[in-house]
């Protein structure tokens, strides 16, 4: 493993292995190595085929089946990670990645990350290392005001933010802070009349979080949404199911409305949600994984007018806002019932200022006990950008997806499915004929996936209404306007060819 320090002696074993795996030179060594590794990765990347291309079992085949009796050099596994890894990694930080919702990896996330990591502390609580709950507050105050949301969310107006892993693990918390703050009124055993509302295009992280939470599946609602809302959640429609289940003797309680779905970024609107949930007492959890960012720009904030009616609010950083995974900021208004839900006093972990009431304890806003110091990474990213230009870089994503609008809707084989809002477009290839229509959805399949296994690009679909579309998602990193010009060029040579092969 290298060469030996002599200093570093006191560490070798009888059968001359290093033992100490945290020596300061060999982690200066590896850590640069690894470094220019992912420097000559982020430049040569473009290079490699977006999805990857390999079948399942592919590795097995080729690593060993027991892992090594004896210490093996970092040359020989960074080695083998380039012949045996990198062709099972779909490529999301290449500039032609325009698959689900791109995640947007940067250096300062990067570094963010690596500090964090590298100071590898558990910040359970504020005493396990005060700065990893502080800095989280201040951030989160921070990102707070960037995004203009309502005093009642800071801690300053009595509620707060927290970094969770994912916007699954948001709603989970929020979910069952809700259905305690109901069942303490009403009794624990009339847990079976709870009901959660969202629409059919509100994610599965909704129904997951329902059955975990121990809601009965019967008691789910995904109120239908049309065509004719953009496949929004309507008010009315949502007023209707809650009143049929509150005349069945049902209790609703919580509703989730969506800012940007994954489908095909639809809106909710929050006002008018807001306002059905208010008759009825309900909690509202407004999902902003991927669209939560834009609210930093002045020009898209109205998509969320109303939050000051939420109960909470989460967004993914690591989605489109140039973290890496994993960072979901969620804010509540009312901590006390995230506390009275989750929190565990065992006495392992009591101390003088968890007993002065004077800190906060994240370990009592989340599922698990042990917590990353992930806002060192939120921090980095701020700091390092500024407002000004994270407000640029989105708009650059936005600018892409317009510029590719336009050309879809210049081509008249295809049409731009539902409006855009952001900075995905969803298109679908039109089939020649009025007679082949009800083929439209297996003529895009086939589009998409020559578009795909071609290497060069990489998009997925959704159905909504019955309809196929292929989702064109501008976000990652490294993507410029001429990376979104040869994608459209490859999406209509393929549209030619598969065309030209139909029956
Ligand atoms: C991506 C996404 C999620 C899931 O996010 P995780 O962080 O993976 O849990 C939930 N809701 C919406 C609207 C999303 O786009």
Not at 215 to 238: G, K, S, W, Y
Not at 452 to 474: E, K, L, P, W
Request: hydrophobic share 45%; aromatic share 10%.
């Amino acid at each position: 493993m290298g060469s030996l320090q002599t200093d570093a002696l006191d560490f070798v074993n009888a059968d001359g292995f290093q033992v100490n795996p945290l020596d300061p030179e060999e982690f200066r060594r590896q850590g640069h190595m690894v470094i220019d590794y992912l420097a000559d990765y982020y430049r040569d990347i473009h290079k490699y085929p977006v999805r990857s291309q390999v079948n399942p079992g592919y590795l097995r085949k080729r690593l060993p089946s027991a892992a090594p009796n004896d210490p093996e050099p970092i040359e020989a596994i960074l080695g083998d990670i380039t012949h045996d890894i990198l062709p099972g990694i779909t490529h999301w930080m290449s500039p032609n990645y325009f698959a689900y919702f791109p995640a947007s990896g940067s250096t300062a996330g990067f570094l963010g990350e690596m500090l964090s990591t590298g100071f590898n502390v558990v910040g359970f609580n504020w005493m396990s290392s005060p700065a990893a709950t502080e800095l989280e507050s201040i951030v989160m105050d921070w990102l707070a005001n960037m995004l203009k949301l309502p005093e009642c969310f800071l801690f300053s107006g009595g509620g707060g933010g927290v970094l969770q892993g994912t916007t699954c693990e948001a709603i989970l918390c929020t979910l069952t802070a809700a259905r305690d703050r109901v069942l303490n009124r009403i009794g624990r055993e009339q847990i079976g009349k709870l009901v959660v509302y969202g629409s059919d295009q509100t994610h599965c992280a909704l129904q997951k979080a329902a059955q975990i939470a121990g809601i009965f599946p019967v008691n789910f609602r995904a109120v239908a949404t049309t065509r004719e809302d953009a496949f929004a959640l309507n008010p009315a429609a949502l007023r209707d199911v809650v009143a049929a289940d509150v005349a069945r003797g049902l209790v609703p309680f919580f509703v989730c409305p969506t800012i940007g779905t994954t489908s095909s970024t639809a809106v909710d609107p929050v006002k008018g949600i807001c306002a059905v949930a208010k008759e009825y007492n309900m909690w509202v959890h407004i999902d902003a994984a991927y669209a939560g960012s834009a609210c930093i720009c002045p020009e898209f904030r109205h998509v969320i007018d109303g939050v000051e009616m939420a109960d909470s609010f989460s967004f993914n950083a690591h989605k489109w806002f140039f973290n890496n995974l994993d960072c979901c900021c969620l804010w509540v208004k009312e901590p006390s019932a995230l506390v009275k839900a989750l929190s565990t006093s065992p006495e392992y972990l009591r101390n003088k200022a968890t007993e002065s009431k004077q800190v906060v304890d994240y370990k009592d806003w989340q599922i698990a006990l042990s917590r990353r110091f992930r806002s060192l990474k939120l921090w980095l990213v701020l700091r390092s950008y500024g407002v000004a230009n994270l407000r640029n870089f989105l708009r650059g994503h936005v600018k892409m997806a317009k510029h590719f609008e336009g050309l879809v809707a210049a081509d008249g084989r295809f049409e731009v499915v539902v409006p855009r809002t952001f900075a995905m477009v969803c298109f679908r290839l039109l089939p020649p004929k009025p007679e082949e229509s009800g083929k439209a959805n297996e003529l895009n399949q086939r589009l998409m996936e020559a578009v795909n296994a071609s290497g060069q690009a990489y998009m997925t679909h959704a159905v909504v209404g019955g309809v196929y579309m292929i989702r064109f998602a501008v976000g990652a990193t490294l993507t410029e306007e001429r990376h979104v010009t040869k994608t459209w060029h490859l999406v209509q040579k393929q549209a030619g060819e598969v065309l030209a092969s139909r029956t």
